[in-house]
């Protein structure tokens, strides 16, 4: 297990993520060849695309091998815009590698898949792509993660270039070496190659003789400090998150992709080799002799098979052993086991703590699930999912085909917790995190389903919710058997803000309130008015019946006019979805988009000039943000882009 490197790469949309997991795949595919390149001759300039495109890399988790370690990639999502769905791939992760596009620097997702591993204590390492292009600056973008991401960036690997300008090759910081990209550096150029190293080995030095003592007194003297003993100590400050290493090149050239892989086995843990939250905070987490538990994290369909993409979390799990889900209600015995390896799979016997497999087959897990050995069944923490927030009719041009595209969607929203389907009077209703989301979705059912069908316009979900605490007591009678009943329920609602939907405590103990709280659990999952509301819990005072076997109907009669009082009572109102905004602009256009913000009814937060022209940051509704890419697109004559994503409910304004 100490030679496993668990990691996936998560980056702003076209930051080049796809570009580099292909390249990482390939290049640890060609294990023999990639040895040679180490010494930094001209070998690199082979260049395969046709051939590295080839390779599909839309399996959920990879295996290669690198040198005497074993890596496993997990794909982030393609759409990865969406941070409810990184949150499932992060929860399954040793590390990160976090992408930054050379010329745009620090993005709003970067930002937000940031803090989502920090908040994860998951370790984050950097890599500037892109340097081939123009435009692009290392420098720049690495004092942009120092500001945005309030980080202490250390680069590891410079870029070098040639006298013309052009990106050329890579020094090691920490060692020295260089990579020249093609032949040797010309003399003039190597005397300033050998000036700018030194200056980067200094800056490493001075990062790491803060806190010891020992290289500071080195530094102090003019000895100059092994690469190795730097590499110790730097990856001991990156473990404790007090620096990041930050490495470069550009993914599409294959240039700085090995020393990027060197970077991931020097720097990254290994599963239990920090004290960790969630996974493997499981007891006995790590330790292949006791009882068998894995975490289910993807749920994949490929073609007409179910891949069920699986972490062992203790045990050891092979072909032939039994198994059953963690809250019940499923179990099979192993038949088969594979690993994925870039484009193929191949069969293993067994699998152990660490490792991702496939367990092939429709079993009806779903992700977040756990299976275990049925001696010690164990439910393991699983991620949370936001609820979607927008919904869209998709309807088909033939009716006979509506089955058909049901299926696909169903089959889709399997495979991606943030989408939901639901079938409304005869009306495909589906829901998603965002237009973008729902879009591909469009796409993906289209190309799975193979039928034509039409999207409605967009619709945001509104949610309920209450502003104050209130009150409620009612009272039921009636005949039960011959003789009077009488039902008594008194209920109290109480804002939350932040909880998500609906949740009911009960307050008083004893068989009658239980059996209420039972059924205002079942109201919520029948989508009753408590269960469409959100951020608020409902507690149960008092649940009581005159007859000597609580009489459940009565009860949940009682209980329910008792909630609509108290509902009444604490000023109910209506929640809408807010987005987080990041637009650009030139900066001559700036007034214009500011001015059709503001008409949008949107909250400006922050307005800077920068390298890239005008940044607007800030919130807004959602309902208002619709079609909002297209608009500044043509408010900006090509020239704008903007982010958004999902930041939560906020009441509804009311009309002035
Ligand atoms: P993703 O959205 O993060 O998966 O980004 P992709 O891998 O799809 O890359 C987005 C675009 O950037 C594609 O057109 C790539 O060819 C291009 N790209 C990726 N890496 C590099 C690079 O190192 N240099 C240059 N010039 N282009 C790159
Ligand atoms: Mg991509």
């Known amino acids: 297990m100490d030679r496993l490197r668990t990691f996936g790469i998560v980056a702003h949309i076209d930051a080049g993520k796809t570009t580099l997991t292909e390249r990482i795949l390939f290049d640890a595919g060609a294990q023999g060849w990639i040895g040679s390149v180490d010494d930094g001759t001209a070998a690199m300039d082979w260049m395969p695309a046709e051939r590295a495109r080839g390779i599909s890399i839309t399996a959920a988790a990879s295996r290669v091998q690198w040198g005497r370690h074993v890596m496993q990639v997990v794909d982030t999502p393609g759409h990865i815009d969406f941070v409810a769905e990184v949150e499932r791939c992060l929860h399954v992760l040793d590390g990160v590698v976090v992408l930054l596009d050379g010329i745009r620097g620090v993005e709003s997702q970067t930002e937000a898949v940031w803090e989502q591993a920090g908040s994860r204590g998951l370790p984050r390492l950097v890599f500037v792509n892109k340097l081939d292009r123009e435009g692009a600056d290392f420098a720049a973008v690495v004092a942009e993660m ?205 699998a152990e703590p660490g490792q991702i497999v496939v367990l092939p087959g429709e079993f009806a897990l779903r992700t977040g699930d756990s299976i275990c050995a049925p001696s010690a069944p164990l439910v393991l923490p699983a ?170 109907p009565l009860l949940e009669q009682a209980a329910t006019k008792a909630l609509e009082q108290a509902i009444a009572a604490a000023c109910p109102c209506d929640l809408e979805p807010w987005v987080v905004f990041e637009a650009w602009c030139p900066e001559e256009g700036a007034p214009v988009v500011l001015a059709d913000l503001a008409a949008r009814g949107a909250e400006v937060e922050a307005v800077a000039a920068g390298r890239l022209g005008a940044r607007v940051g800030g919130r807004a509704p959602l309902a208002s943000m619709l079609g909002y890419v297209t608009k500044l697109r043509s408010i900006t004559r090509g020239r704008g882009r903007v982010d958004l994503r999902p930041a939560g409910l906020r009441p509804v304004r009311r009309q002035a």
């Not at 003789?483 to 109290?492: D, G, L, N, W």
């Open 146 to 350: 120092a500001e945005r991401l309030a980080c202490r960036p250390v680069p590891v690997v410079v870029p070098l270039f040639d006298d013309a300008g052009a990106f050329a090759g890579l020094g090691d910081a920490l060692g020295g070496r260089v990579q020249w990209f093609a032949g040797k550096p010309p003399s003039a150029v190597a005397e300033r190659i050998t000036a700018e190293l030194l200056a980067a080995h200094e800056r490493v030095v001075e990062a790491v003789a803060d806190r010891d003592d020992s290289v500071f007194a080195d530094a102090l003297a003019g000895r100059r400090i092994a690469a190795d003993r730097l590499r110790r100590l730097l990856r001991a400050e990156f473990l404790a998150g007090r620096l990041v290493p930050v490495l470069c090149g550009a993914a599409l050239w294959n240039r700085g992709v090995d020393w990027l892989l060197d970077a991931v086995v020097d720097y990254l843990p290994a599963p239990v080799e920090m004290p960790r939250q969630g996974l493997w905070a499981t007891p006995d987490a790590g330790d292949p002799a006791a009882p068998f538990c894995a975490f289910v994290f993807k749920v994949q369909h490929v073609d007409a098979a179910t891949w069920n993409f699986v972490r062992v979390i203790r045990g050891s799990f092979g072909v032939g052993d039994v198994w059953v889900r963690g809250r019940g209600g499923a179990s099979g015995t192993c038949a088969t086991l594979w690993v994925v390896q870039a484009d193929r799979h191949t069969d293993v016997e067994r």
């Open 383 to 552: 991620p949370k999912f936001p609820a979607p927030v927008l919904a869209m009719v998709f309807e088909p041009e033939r009716a006979e085909d509506r089955p058909r595209l049901a299926q696909s969607l169903r089959e889709l929203a399997v495979d991606d917790p943030t989408l939901r389907v639901d079938v409304d009077r005869d009306r495909l209703l589906v829901r998603g995190m965002g237009e973008l989301h729902l879009e591909i979705v469009a796409d993906l059912a289209k190309a799975r389903a193979g039928v034509a069908f039409h999207c409605s316009r967009p619709q945001v979900d509104r949610r309920e919710t209450v502003e104050w605490v209130g009150h409620g007591e009612a009272e039921v009678r009636a005949l039960v058997a011959g003789a009077e009943c009488a039902a008594v329920c008194e209920v109290e609602v109480r804002p939350a803000p932040g909880l998500g939907p609906a949740a009911v405590l009960d307050d008083v103990g004893g068989p009658a309130a239980a059996a209420v709280v039972a059924e205002l659990g079942l109201l919520a999952a029948a989508g009753l008015r408590v269960g469409a509301m959100h951020d608020l819990v409902v507690v149960v005072q008092r649940a009581e019946c005159s007859a000597r076997e609580p009489n459940l």
